[in-house]
């Protein structure tokens, strides 16, 4: 009979004799990692040699020097890394490179010479059924598309610098453009000059947050057909107009900048059929529109300051059970605007500088509430001349009468208890 003692020092003996195995298996594993550079003096000349050369998982190093490189395709896993002043040049002949593989990561280099076409959407970086992939930190000057994404999911796309010189839409493709995406984050990249910074379009659960969007000639971020999206502090500043979102549920847009978005019909936001959405902490300075909201319903608009606008908020039809809570609105020329009498939305505790009421109660909430349509608005959108009379003595007549009696404005927009203090966020 074996004794409890035999079987103890059996079973042991077993382990060691299976960890040893185990470690003779991963230490190759752990070490086939290899790294490749290329330069003009390297054994490796051009980066399409070192991704033919090198391996699953292995690194390519690519230092100073300018390197010819047109619709170079990467299918399997690959870490391409650009030294300092790592140039590739598309030579305009097409895509630049090419990802069509998982688990590939472009870093640090300048791009430029992207091939432009009117029939295909040639690009710095075209990624097409990639997983998990990173394009971090690369300089791209003068794209068609700077980086573009299709039917891909779980990337990152962080720290990148795009600029264009395109003057007119036809000519210029987007910056960042994804399509039927999911799980993208889109973080702290710099674009201006192109179409559109940012667009999206069948994009979810993604996040695009830190950007800095500025002087494209179309919109700043423009996304369709996207849910469960986030854009966070974000800056989108002297675009065509600064933030299109249309046909979308459950987007929430909190802590970005809409600055100096001037034009004949621009807008700081444009909401268009947008359910179940939060527009929470946001800045809209000296645009000619803040937010432009059509056939919108369900958005929650919290705390955030509108100031110096044309039109802080302009409502146009289809817009149902949204709420104003708590946001400042500070010196624009029009606060709120409708189309119609029809109103279904909450105004409520709002800070309107334009509010003359009194407190008795002392308890910072004007004890008189206010009615922040103006008959003016209503005019000038039936006859937009007209808003050559905005400072005359004969609109604040006019003015002062509608809010006596509501005939042309909708009688029951009226913020119960505005506030006489601004809020700080």
Request: glycine share 8%; charged share 20%.
């Amino acid at each position: 009979m074996i004794s409890i003692e035999t079987i103890s020092k059996l079973l042991v003996r077993k382990s060691v004799i299976l960890l040893i195995h185990i470690s003779i298996y991963l230490v190759p594993l752990a070490t086939t990692a290899s790294v490749y550079h290329v330069c003009e003096t390297c054994q490796i000349k051009s980066l399409g040699e070192a991704v033919v050369t090198a391996n699953r998982h292995d690194t390519i190093k690519v230092r100073s020097g300018r390197y010819e490189c047109t619709n170079l395709e990467i299918t399997k896993p690959l870490s391409l890394i650009g030294e300092t002043g790592a140039i590739l040049d598309g030579k305009n002949l097409g895509y630049v490179l090419k990802l069509l593989g998982d688990h590939i990561t472009v870093r640090g280099f300048k791009i430029i010479n992207a091939g432009k076409s009117y029939t295909k959407d040639y690009a710095a970086i075209y990624a097409f059924k990639a997983s998990q992939f990173k394009i971090l930190d690369n300089e791209m000057v003068n794209p068609f598309f700077g980086i573009l994404i299709e039917k891909s999911d779980n990337g990152l796309v962080q720290g990148n610098f795009l600029s264009g010189e395109s003057s007119k839409e036809d000519d210029s493709g987007n910056g960042i453009h994804l399509w039927h995406c999911k799980n993208v984050d889109i973080v702290d990249n710099e674009i201006h000059g192109l179409r559109d910074g940012i667009y999206l379009e069948f994009v979810d659960s993604s996040k695009v947050r830190d950007n800095y969007a500025h002087h494209n000639i179309r919109y700043g971020l423009h996304f369709m057909f996207s849910n469960q999206d986030t854009y966070l502090n974000n800056t989108f500043e002297s675009n065509g107009a600064g933030v299109a979102v249309m046909f979308s549920k459950f987007i929430t847009m909190k802590k970005n900048r809409f600055l100096q978005n001037w034009g004949t019909s621009s807008y700081g936001l444009l909401l268009k059929e947008i359910y179940d959405a939060d527009v929470t902490e946001n800045e809209f300075k000296e645009n000619t529109i803040g937010i432009f909201i059509e056939g919108s319903t369900r958005v929650n608009y919290f705390h955030n300051d509108f100031s110096q606008n044309g039109w802080a908020v302009k409502v146009s039809g289809g817009c149902y059970t949204n709420k104003f809570f708590k946001n400042n609105f500070l010196s624009n020329a029009f606060d709120v605007s409708y189309n119609s009498r029809m109103n279904d939305n909450s105004f409520h505790g709002n800070y309107w500088s334009e509010y003359t009421g009194y407190d008795l109660d002392d308890d910072e909430i004007g004890d008189i509430p206010y009615r922040p349509v103006k008959l003016f608005s209503y005019i000038v959108n039936k006859t937009p001349e007209t808003i050559i009379l905005l400072r005359s003595l004969f609109v604040d007549i006019i003015n002062f009468s509608e809010r006596v009696s509501p005939v042309f404005t909708p009688d029951d927009l009226v913020d119960e208890q505005p506030s006489l203090k601004p809020f700080q966020w």
